[in-house]
């Protein structure tokens, strides 16, 4: 019985393991957020893009960062995040 889990049921569950860390990976993946921050604000030196349109789109981005930052501290140490 056990050999009969190990070969279905393992592979099965290391496949689930490796798409949460994915998963998880891209979802708050924090140095995204700041290119994404940077460029805003490059967009926004370039006149891309107005003000408001600005001042949008960086509250948005920061609030990200925060939310991005704390799941990785609260994830440390239970899912294997890879940089």
Do not use: C, W
């Not at 592979?11 to 993946?29: C, G, K, R, T």
């Not at 981005?61 to 140490?77: H, K, M, S, W």
């Amino acid at each position: 019985m056990f050999v009969v889990d190990d070969l279905l049921v393992r592979p099965f569950v290391s496949l689930i393991n490796v798409v949460h860390a994915m998963a998880i990976e891209e979802l708050y993946d924090v140095e995204a957020i700041r290119d994404d921050i940077k460029e805003n604000r490059l967009l926004f030196e370039v006149g891309e893009r107005s003000r408001e349109e600005y001042e949008e789109r960086r509250t948005d981005l920061e609030r990200q960062l925060d939310v991005a930052e704390q799941a990785r501290e609260n994830l440390q140490g239970k899912v294997e995040i890879k940089r």
